[in-house]
């Protein structure tokens, strides 16, 4: 089953605009990731936010948590054309696993 | 880049054969996990190990055996490849598991035909 649905499945903006990207998920957690995955690679992670936190940064990656509505939000700053990648949220939805959601494709226009 | 390597990166086999594939790492971390990528799908936990010799089953673990008889290689076979196992496999490692608020750290995968 689910437990992370990232929301959309697809963006494409311009190089210099801002991407958020949303996720949902159904259970209570421990926390939640943020990966990144280029095309024929495998995933590399992002931020991983406590269920306690509300709000993470990284460079330009802003995490926020919103744990009453079971959702977060990855928001890009100024995008490159390096970002475009798929983008998926993982939870542990209370157990030893990592469940991902089916990502969402982001694609930076020069 | 974390020290994990996936062997063979490409492979094509025939339905009803075995095929292993091996996860090897070197930085000694104690979970190590085999998830399977597919369209629509997302990645799904097929087994994971939290330590040498020991393992449990993820989502999706009908049809596949893992073994892990050292800290750095957790192998996946399937016993009897079917075309539904067609898919893209990774495997993954972390030092101190999902409720250690650990993230994990992937390999490049291994894409795998079944004809």
């Known amino acids: 089953s689910q437990q992370g649905e990232e929301d959309p499945q697809a963006l494409s903006i311009q190089e210099g605009e801002n991407a958020t990207m949303n996720c949902s998920y159904k259970t209570s957690i421990n926390n939640l990731q943020w990966y990144r995955q280029n095309s024929g690679r495998g995933l590399v992670h992002l931020i991983l936010?406590?269920?306690?936190?509300r709000e993470k940064h990284s460079g330009r990656l802003r995490v926020t948590l919103d744990t009453s509505k079971k959702s977060s939000s990855l928001l890009i700053t100024a995008s490159r054309a390096a970002d475009t990648a798929s983008y998926f949220c993982a939870t542990d939805g209370g157990a030893q696993k990592l469940v991902f959601g089916q990502g969402t494709r982001l694609t930076i226009n020069p | 880049d974390a020290g994990i390597t996936q062997s063979p990166r490409h492979k094509v086999t025939e339905t009803g054969t075995p095929v292993t594939l091996r996860c090897h790492q070197t930085?000694?971390?104690?979970?190590m996990y085999w998830y399977r990528q597919d369209p629509g799908h997302g990645l799904r936990l097929i087994h994971y190990?939290?330590?040498?010799?020991?393992?449990d089953k993820g989502e999706v673990s009908d049809g596949y055996s893992v073994s892990r008889s050292k800290t750095e290689d957790f192998l996946l076979t399937l016993e009897s490849a079917t075309s539904s196992q067609t898919s893209v496999y990774f495997c993954?490692?972390?030092?101190?598991?999902?409720?250690?608020?650990?993230?994990?750290?992937f390999g490049d995968g291994t894409r795998l035909s079944i004809l």
């Open positions: 190990s939290y330590g040498v010799k020991d393992t």
């Open positions: 993954a490692i972390s030092p101190g598991g999902v409720r250690g608020n650990q993230p994990q750290h």
């Open positions: 930085e000694n971390h104690r979970y």
């Open positions: 936010i406590r269920s306690n936190e």
